[in-house]
């Protein structure tokens, strides 16, 4: 028997768009995201979705849907989210093929780490590479 169990991401971007499904549509199939909840209104519309990448994970919803955090939103920018790949030119390829628009291509940085940029369907600049910030050291 395996022992395993989830831990849960302590941080986790909250994003909204005005078609929620495509932005899904393009996290999981240009990005390699797996969608792992997924709330819908009668209509269809986009309550809350849950979308995981390694040990990471972002929340998607609807924008105009009313409410506290979309109000809050209304006026909001693009964000800007980073994503640690294990290899940067796989994961470009793929989005590229998807026709995700491309900021900034496969680079090598002065800190070691190789990134690429894109803009997703939103408007969200999305990062993603090699460097893997350390984290807290966990005791106990």
């Not at 849950?50 to 109000?71: A, Y």
């Not at 460097?131 to 050291?137: D, F, L, R, S």
């Amino acid at each position: 028997m395996t022992d395993t169990h989830t831990v849960s991401p302590a941080i986790c971007p909250a994003l909204l768009y005005d078609d929620a499904h495509a932005a899904i549509r393009q996290l999981t199939d240009a990005f390699g995201f797996a969608r792992t909840a997924l709330y819908e209104s009668e209509d269809g519309t986009v309550l809350h979705a849950e979308l995981v990448h390694g040990n990471g994970m972002v929340m998607v919803g609807s924008r105009g849907r009313g409410g506290i955090f979309d109000q809050a939103m209304r006026q909001a920018g693009p964000a800007g989210v980073y994503v640690v790949v294990e290899d940067t030119d796989a994961h470009h390829a793929r989005a590229a093929e998807h026709g995700v628009e491309i900021l900034m291509p496969p680079t090598d940085q002065e800190y070691g780490s190789r990134d690429y940029m894109a803009r997703d369907v939103g408007g969200n600049i999305w990062t993603f590479g090699t460097y893997a910030p350390k984290g807290p050291e966990i005791i106990g």
